[in-house]
């Protein structure tokens, strides 16, 4: 018995981490292990190892610290809020759990998330959909066939971000940061993209940045494309400095499936 959500976030937080730190002729390992501590109750211990390029012993010390990054060419190398580490901590902790660190600089990293779950008396077997893309344009055609831009550095974010749009009939183009969006926003045709989705914290040029360059710059969709931010910050002063820079709207990371659907009704199902 667990809570599927805070997990799911907790193992995309730190896999996540793990593929943008890891060169890509890296290794990333996902291991569970579990351990009876009683006849209700069992450990569940969550292992993510990584090849990675490390962590010095000083940053270790208050890594799960809010907004805490190793440096500044972090930031601006890897993109990022430093708020990740902090948020598995925290919802580790609030379900009576604890999360560990072992890293060393140039050969990797490891995190361990031990929970302790009650077992249940019930085995839930996963019922498996299978969809074809003419099942989808039967329920969205209005969202089939159009193009969105997403600006994400983050892999996995985009894949899972993209993987849903693509289940609705959406064709997505990923940016892996603002520049780059910029640069296919502005050689892109008239009318080819209906929205961008723009992740916040990127290496080379954010997304604040990003859309003042594509609000400001001649191409004819440029004052009328809705913007979307995409960000784990979610404070009322972070909702106004999106909309200040030019964007339409803000969604929260982890994205939710019906704030992202209710977007795309908004401004694609016309």
Same mark, same amino acid.
């Not at 839930?124 to 039967?138: N, R």
């Not at 996995?156 to 780059?180: F, H, P, R």
């Given at each position: 018995?667990? #809570? ?54 000083? &940053? ?6 809010? &907004? ?20 598995? $901590? ?7 759990? #604890? ?43 209005? =969202? ?52 961008? &989705?723009?992740?916040? $914290?990127?290496? +080379? ?15 004819? #969709? ?13 404070? #009322?002063?972070? +909702? $106004? ?11 929260? $990371? ?5 704030? =992202? ?10």
């Amino acid at each position: 018995m667990l #809570d599927k959500l805070r997990v799911n976030q907790i193992l995309m937080n730190l896999v996540s981490n793990s593929v943008k730190f890891t060169p890509n002729n890296g290794r990333i390992d996902l291991v569970l292990q579990i351990e009876p501590l009683d006849e209700e109750t069992d450990n569940i211990t969550f292992t993510i190892k990584d090849t990675g390029i490390g962590m010095s012993q000083e &940053f270790m010390s208050r890594i799960f610290m809010s &907004f805490e990054q190793e440096s500044k060419n972090t930031t601006l190398e890897y993109g990022g809020s430093g708020l990740g580490l902090s948020i598995v $901590k925290h919802l580790s902790n609030l379900m009576e759990g #604890d999360v560990k660190v072992e890293s060393q600089v140039g050969v990797g990293s490891s995190f361990f998330v031990t929970i302790p779950m009650k077992k249940s008396e019930k085995v839930i077997k996963p019922k498996l959909a299978t969809i074809t893309p003419s099942d989808i344009k039967l329920k969205d055609k209005k =969202l089939a066939g159009k193009h969105v831009l997403l600006a994400e550095d983050h892999p996995i974010n985009a894949q899972i971000v993209t993987k849903i749009l693509e289940k609705w009939g959406v064709e997505v183009t990923v940016a892996e940061n603002g520049s780059i969006a910029v640069n296919r926003f502005l050689f892109s045709p008239p009318n080819f993209y209906s929205l961008i &989705f723009m992740d916040i $914290k990127m290496p +080379v040029m954010d997304g604040f940045d990003a859309t003042k360059q594509i609000r400001e710059s001649n191409h004819v #969709d440029a004052k009328t494309i809705p913007i979307y931010a995409m960000s784990a910050n979610a404070f #009322d002063e972070d +909702v $106004k400095d999106s909309i200040s820079c030019g964007m339409n709207g803000h969604l929260r $990371k982890p994205i939710e499936i019906a704030a =992202l659907k209710q977007v795309l009704d908004a401004n694609l199902a016309k």
